[in-house]
């Protein structure tokens, strides 16, 4: 079976310092990746998604980038932490291909921005 | 751009009863995929139920089963036998069939209350 997973649970940093969040995913091949915010009491914001290893396409504009090092692996950071980029942050995978349609979706990281 | 709308923010229901949570949606396209998914307090998001657009029959999974009206663009979720671990937020959305439109489109989530 295949399984998520995605660290660290919970974070604080302070505005201007580094980011680092990883994802990774066990028991399958080549998946669909995706990396989502949450804000607090609100829906989810697409940030990334990846369909293979080096490709990555963002959907909104911002200080976080992305990288896909490693077939399971996929890694959202910042150079320099805004206050704004507080938030719960969710990996996610699919099978790649027609037919797997739905998300699978990781434990999340509580980020807060001092 | 496709668009989903889920238009109560929050909702109650006393348990053991049944509990209808809505949604519309707008796209242009003719096949697709719809999904509800859940978000406990723990903030793990779980599927509960996924539609495929081709499909005229309702989808069922134990107590839970969707009303899928294609004309109108409704998607709406029904719980059957309420019950205290149902309560959580929960958000109803699209993916377009198309394989170069890789992304899932969530509503803003209703938060369901399940009184004792």
């Known amino acids: 079976s295949q399984t998520i997973h995605q660290w660290p649970a919970t974070l604080v940093q302070p505005v201007g310092s580094p980011l680092s969040l990883e994802c990774t995913v066990e028991?399958?091949?080549?998946?669909?990746l995706y990396w989502y915010r949450q804000a607090a009491g609100r829906g989810l914001q697409l940030l990334f998604y990846?369909?293979?290893?080096?490709?990555i396409s963002s959907e909104v504009p911002q200080n976080l980038s992305a990288s896909r090092p490693q077939d399971r692996q996929f890694i959202l950071s910042s150079k320099k932490l805004l206050l704004s980029d507080s938030g719960f942050y969710l990996c996610?995978?699919?099978?790649?291909?027609?037919?797997?349609?739905?998300?699978?979706f990781g434990p999340g990281t509580r980020l807060t921005v001092l | 751009a496709q668009t989903v709308t889920q238009s109560q923010p929050e909702m109650s229901v006393q348990e053991a009863e049944t509990v209808t949570l809505s949604c519309t949606y707008d796209?242009?396209?003719?096949?697709?995929?719809l999904f509800w998914y859940k978000q406990p307090p723990s903030r793990q998001m779980i599927l509960v139920i996924r539609?495929?657009?081709?499909?005229?029959q309702n989808a069922t999974e134990n107590r839970f089963s969707v009303n899928f009206q294609k004309a109108a663009k409704s998607f709406s979720l029904k719980i059957s036998d309420s019950q205290l671990g149902d309560a959580a937020m929960y958000f109803c959305?699209?993916?377009?069939?198309?394989?170069?439109?890789?992304?899932?489109?969530f509503g803003k989530g209703t938060r369901l209350h399940i009184l004792p």
């Open positions: 996610a995978w699919r099978f790649p291909g027609t037919g797997h349609n739905e998300q699978f």
């Open positions: 028991g399958t091949s080549n998946p669909n």
């Open positions: 990846s369909v293979g290893i080096g490709q």
């Open positions: 796209t242009s396209e003719s096949d697709y995929y």
């Open positions: 539609q495929e657009a081709y499909k005229q």
């Open positions: 959305a699209y993916r377009s069939a198309s394989l170069r439109d890789d992304k899932i489109i």
